[in-house]
T-cell receptor
Framework: GENVEQHPSTLSVQEGDSAVIKCTYS??????FPWYKQELGKRPQLIID?????GEKKDQRIAVTLNKTAKHFSLHITETQPEDSAVYFC???????????FGTGTRLQVFP | EPEVTQTPSHQVTQMGQEVILRCVPI?????FYWYRQILGQKVEFLVS????????KSEIFDDQFSVERPDGSNFTLKIRSTKLEDSAMYFC?????????FGPGTRLLVL
């Protein structure tokens, strides 16, 4: 069935360092890949997304890369700040069903 | 900026009771969803809704669950006879183009 795997489950970095979170999806028909940030007790907030016709997308300190052949996509956060600390979820969907299949989440801690 | 809203923020109920969770999607959105998140776990899809009918539902969304759009603004999730394992955070979402916007969630605790 449809599945999204996410690694690592926890990630600790020093402020200013980079953080990379990786996801692998199983459904080759997936064509939309959003990333959500969830702070404790709050709603998931979209931070960046990428569509299958694009290999990379960047928004200030955040970038996402997509390798459709390998069915991998990754989130890159540069110059991390303590306020980046949260749980990050990757997700995948395909246009004709549009439900989001979420990864298991990565708890990112940025230490000052 | 418009946001999806949900009420109540917390709901405590006894096993076997019915609960109704309410959502107000963003006004010009046409696609609506319910997801749930058991504490410490990932977000799981329950159901999608478009044009006043269910588009897709997951295995979790059994006969105890139902959704309704009773008027032009509200979107509800009803659980007819709650079970202990229904305890979770329930998120409503609405979609514009491909982006889904989540509400703040309702934390449901079944005792």
């Amino acid at each position: 069935g449809e599945n999204v795997e996410q690694h690592p489950s926890t990630l600790s970095v020093q402020e200013g360092d980079s953080a990379v979170i990786k996801c692998t999806y199983s459904d080759s028909a997936s064509n939309y890949f959003p990333w959500y940030k969830q702070e404790l007790g709050k709603r998931p907030q979209l931070i960046i997304d990428i569509r299958s016709n694009v290999g990379e997308k960047k928004d200030q300190r955040i970038a996402v890369t997509l390798n459709k052949t390998a069915k991998h996509f990754s989130l890159h956060i540069t110059e991390t700040q303590p306020e980046d600390s949260a749980v990050y979820f990757c997700a995948a969907s395909r246009r004709n069903t549009d439900k989001l299949i979420f990864g298991t989440g990565t708890r990112l801690q940025v230490f000052p | 900026e418009p946001e999806v809203t949900q009420t109540p923020s917390h709901q405590v109920t006894q096993m076997g009771q019915e609960v109704i969770l309410r959502c107000v999607p963003i006004s010009n959105h046409l696609y609506f969803y319910w997801y749930r998140q058991i504490l410490g776990q990932k977000v799981e899809f329950l159901v999608s809704f478009y044009n006043n009918e269910i588009s897709e539902k997951s295995e979790i969304f059994d006969d105890q669950f139902s959704v309704e759009r009773p008027d032009g603004s509200n979107f509800t999730l009803k659980i007819r006879s709650t079970k202990l394992e229904d305890s979770a955070m329930y998120f409503c979402a609405s979609r514009y183009q491909e982006t889904q916007y989540f509400g703040p969630g309702t934390r449901l605790l079944v005792l």
